[in-house]
């Protein structure tokens, strides 16, 4: 299948700093990708759908200016946690429509290795 | 009525044993059915999907669809302690709607 990289795979910052999370279509282009965040022995919880070259789509209870999305390319959508408190800290993965799936392409998501978050 | 049930476990078995995962859903419209394998602290890794009813087969693992009893399966044969993960089943019509179970948790014991 096709491969999403994300970066970086493990942070760890001080409460009230900003942290970027990178997730890359490598040999795709993808005009969507998915933001989920899951805690320890939990399910997948989706946080938004970043669009290229416009505003993400944010799920309810999602705080749009702590989790800043920008989709600016094809290939590049990053996730800003704005003033992180320990509270945020968390696995956060990024995914995208695997287009490698079925002739014409299937429905179906293909997942980046994850960022874990700790925030002190 | 959640739309995917998935039963959590956690199941042990032990190496070599056939495993048999499922999960039920509730919305009729699902068309592609698929399986993740997550490892601890990492991403979900696709294993197989299915498109519609039916089986399909990927060496030791089979995933089985029907729709009149929404209800999947992932069968794993000749159990591995490798094959020691979460399991997660999602599923998906068309548009950005995927929805994910909750992941069950296997250990295959040497």
């Known amino acids: 299948g096709a491969v999403v990289s994300q970066h970086p795979s493990w942070v760890i910052c001080k409460s009230g700093t900003s942290v970027k999370i990178e997730c890359r279509s490598l040999?795709?282009?993808?005009?969507?990708m998915f933001w989920y965040r899951q805690f320890p022995k939990q399910s997948l919880m989706l946080m938004a759908t970043?669009?290229?070259?416009?505003?993400?789509?944010?799920e309810q209870g999602v705080e749009k200016d702590k989790f800043l999305i920008n989709h600016a390319s094809l290939t590049l959508s990053t996730l800003t946690v704005t003033s992180a408190h320990p509270e945020d800290s968390s696995f956060y993965i990024c995914?995208?429509?695997?287009?490698?799936?079925?002739?014409?392409?299937?429905?179906?998501?293909?997942f980046g290795a994850g960022s874990r978050l700790t925030v002190l | 009525q959640k739309e995917v049930e998935q039963d959590p476990g956690p199941l042990s078995v032990p190496e070599g044993a056939i495993v048999s995962l499922n999960c039920t859903y509730s919305?009729?419209?699902?068309?592609?059915f698929m399986w993740y394998r997550q490892y601890s602290r990492k991403g979900p890794e696709l294993l197989m999907y299915?498109?519609?009813?039916g089986n399909k087969e990927d060496g030791r693992f089979t995933a089985q669809v029907d729709k009149s009893s929404k209800y999947i399966s992932l069968f794993i044969r000749d159990s591995q302690p490798s094959d020691s993960a979460t399991y997660l089943c999602?599923?998906?019509?068309?548009?950005?709607?995927?929805?994910f179970g909750t992941g069950t948790s296997l250990t295959v014991i040497p």
């Open positions: 995914s995208a429509r695997d287009p490698l799936q079925g002739p014409s392409g299937a429905n179906v998501l293909t």
């Open positions: 040999d795709f282009q993808a005009t969507t």
């Open positions: 970043s669009n290229e070259g416009s505003k993400a789509t944010y």
């Open positions: 919305n009729s419209a699902f068309q592609y």
């Open positions: 299915t498109y519609s009813s």
């Open positions: 999602a599923m998906s019509s068309t548009g950005n709607q995927f929805y």
